[in-house]
């Protein structure tokens, strides 16, 4: 779950892997079947929802760094319990000891809320090895 200060531009993440440390890893594609949903007055927002390297925190209304998008891109997601079906991304990225991945949403928030989010998230991903 993420949870929603309050009204305003603000971005959020949640934990969602954490790849092997020190290691090189090329990550080979990305589906994403995900349905979020907000608990109260959150519900009618539609957030940009992205999966990255690094967890977004800003005060935007928009996915703002390119690590915080570089393995699924930012797109519009409504809260509504619906999943929204990203298609199979193939060779995204290559990450150096990038040990883990966030599910981002950012929007300009109605209101503090819960946003919780269930479905699935494939990543391949080849271990190349160790940093040199």
Known sequence: ???????????????????????????????SQLA??????ASGDTPEVAIGTAAATS???TITTPAEENVLAGATQALTGIASERPDVPHVASIQD??????NAATTWTSGDTIT?????VVSWTDLGPLL
Do not use: C, W
């Not at 993420?2 to 594609?29: K, L």
């Not at 990038?98 to 599910?103: C, G, I, M, N, R």
């Open 36 to 41: 979020m949903t907000a608990s109260g007055g």
């Open 117 to 121: 989010a269930s479905g699935k998230i």
């Open 59 to 61: 005060a935007a209304a």
């Open 1 to 31: 779950t993420m949870t929603v200060s309050g009204a305003g531009a603000q971005a959020y993440n949640m934990h969602i892997y954490d790849f092997p440390t020190g290691r090189a890893i090329e990550i080979n594609s990305v589906l």
């Open 98 to 103: 990038q040990t883990s991945l966030y599910l």
